[in-house]
């Protein structure tokens, strides 16, 4: 079955812009999660996304948003970026069920300049 | 206070050799679950092994395996017979009941050496 898929892979823009990211994950899974990994912060939890609601929302500025839509695609926002916004972006699904596990894309990574 | 912890930044395994990467947790949850992730220089995140905090037995999954041990609080990965595929970055990670969310741990780099 497909993975998770994140786009684009990659992805360089400037400060002040902004940018949306997409997930789409495994077929079934209705849970969507976003993390931020930086060389400095390490893994750091957005939100998670169930069945289009935002369940959970980690420690970022207002800046950072998400949706997620029926088909249980979800994409994530960042406006006005700051050089610190330069990481990686990770996107895992989930079918809710914590045994079951988080699967991961390959991540968008984000340059600001 | 850190929820999870890695306390070796990077590690060397000769080919074919066993290798364990701790990682200690902290929660005052009953309920939780552990898991390991790998991460190569790709950077995508692949899934390892499960530990869910009320198994009674060990997780294994082929070369994986997870040293559970509750009282102590840590939950220690295990590979065996180490390829030299298995270089990479190896996160703990746990979730705790009500917070759908992942804690990670800062990682340990393993390298394999022929």
């Known amino acids: 079955k497909a993975g998770v898929t994140q786009t684009p892979r990659y992805l360089i823009k400037t400060r002040g812009q902004q940018v949306t990211l997409s997930c789409s994950p495994i077929s079934g899974h209705r849970s969507v999660s976003w993390y931020q990994q930086t060389p400095g912060q390490g893994l750091q939890f957005l939100f998670e996304y169930f069945s289009e609601t935002q369940r959970n929302k980690g420690n970022f500025p207002g800046r950072f948003s998400g949706r997620q839509f029926s088909n249980s695609r979800s994409e994530m926002n960042v406006s006005t970026l700051e050089l610190g916004d330069s990481a990686l972006y990770l996107c895992?699904?989930?079918?809710?069920?914590?045994?079951?596990?988080?699967?991961f894309g390959s991540g968008t990574r984000l340059t600001v300049v | 206070a850190q929820k999870i912890t890695q306390t070796q930044p990077g590690m060397f395994v000769q080919e074919k050799e066993a290798v364990t990467l701790d990682c200690t947790y902290d929660t005052s949850d009953q309920s939780y679950g552990l898991f390991w992730y790998k991460q190569p220089s790709s950077g995508e995140m692949i899934f390892l092994i499960y530990?869910?905090?009320?198994?009674?037995q060990n997780a294994t999954e082929g070369r994986y395996s997870l040293n559970f041990q509750k009282a102590r609080k840590s939950a220690n990965l295990v590979i065996s017979a180490s390829q030299l595929g298995d270089s990479a970055m190896y996160f703990c990670?746990?979730?705790?009941?009500?917070?759908?969310?992942?804690?990670f741990g800062s990682g340990t780099r393993l390298q394999v050496q022929p």
């Open positions: 895992a699904s989930s079918t809710g069920q914590v045994s079951d596990g988080y699967t």
């Open positions: 530990q869910g905090s009320y198994d009674e």
């Open positions: 990670a746990m979730r705790e009941t009500g917070r759908r969310a992942l804690t």
